[in-house]
């Protein structure tokens, strides 16, 4: 399939905001992009403009709503939030909290709420889009993942700090009226996550002597809890999609999976220094395509390592030995949406991606690049997972094989994030201040594993 790969597979360069990432709509019909005041929004299939909205400012962030109709753009330098119609141009709506400015926007599932988190954590307002109602949730904790909304879309868990211990709010998504407020068991929590599938909290400890993840139902009832020693807690939490499988990261480098029905540990996979297992593959970009951007090819397959035991002392140069030892700790856990691959990066080796395979808990391929890997994003339906470095190439790995595939743009467009089309075999490419749609050949299950 790959050799379908031509360079005129990438769309011409769409400048935009720098830093600010451009996204497909969650139907996957359109992707929205600023440039300067001016929110694009564009068609995939035809690449033309379909509307274009002009905000009262610069634009420094935007999202869709999850029924693709409405889109905010935040305008944190003039503390202002504008939402835009994509079906009725005509129709707008302004947003401002002054004096407070905004550090957070979030959608509400119905589409027609946003949560607009205010400088320091002191409040979230809800904003009604559709009446003049107002709800304000108060001293929200001032962590990343301070709420989170059920997978039914009915409730929203809300992490609170009172007097030196944690509380869990639960509110009602049609009235936003508080139905259940409770604390829990940590001493300083660091994040809460809704399961997929059930109504149930996993509550994480942020830096104790033990590391602590503790599941609630949302009444308030304690249903599980997974802990064990460490020096540091953990760093973070996933769920598969189906809900069934939770995995861990600490900053010891450390992947625990634990099963959703009774929360004990199916695995727990340490980082080392070297792999001496044959079944493992090991995939390590080939210097070549990275460095020659006047190859022959589009693409180039990466190389298989084959020699073990493989130590990854060698992957440190010397002038990185040198530097202060980056932060430890595993920062990254993605699911594949086909629930077989999990990926995993970490602090301690930045330029390697680790990807479990679900069906034996086993590691089952390690892909080294030359440089600090950005961003992951796994196909939507398939096993594929996009890998991003920073630089003019886009990686692509399934379970038979390793690509770097190279942009036509050379040094024009260094690629920090990739999105997939969710209904396409298209990626979303973003530079700092450009960005690109790739579309590849049919992902399809007979296809997808062949060269």
Known sequence: MFQHLQSNSFSEPIEQNADVISCFSPDGFNFACTLQSQLLVWNVESKEIKNKFICDHIIDSLGWSPDSELIYCGMSRKNIIQIWSFNNPTWRCKISENPLSFVDVFWSPDSRHLLVVAEFHLKITVWSLV???IAVIENPKPIKNCLSFSHCERYLAVAERRKCEDYISIYTCDTWEILKFFSVDTKDLSGIY?????LVLGIVEAFTEELKVVFYLIDGKIIGKYTRPSLFGLTCLSWNSNGNLITLGDYFGTVTILHSSNYDEIISYHEKESIECKNIVIYKV???????E??????????????RPFNFGALVSHSEKTKTKPKCGVHTLKYSHCGQYLASLSGSLPKVVFIFDLNTFQLSSVIIHLYKIKDLSWHPEKPVLAICFGSGNLDLWTSSCCISICSPFKGDLSIINAQWCPIKDCLLLNGKDRSTLLHLPDFSSENSTTI
Do not use: M
């Open 194 to 198: 809704f399961s997929p599938s059930d």
């Open 286 to 292: 080939n210097q070549r395509s990275v460095k020659d």
């Open 131 to 133: 009446s003049s109602a």
């Open 294 to 307: 006047a190859t022959s090819s589009n693409w180039e397959l990466y190389d298989v390592i084959k020699d």
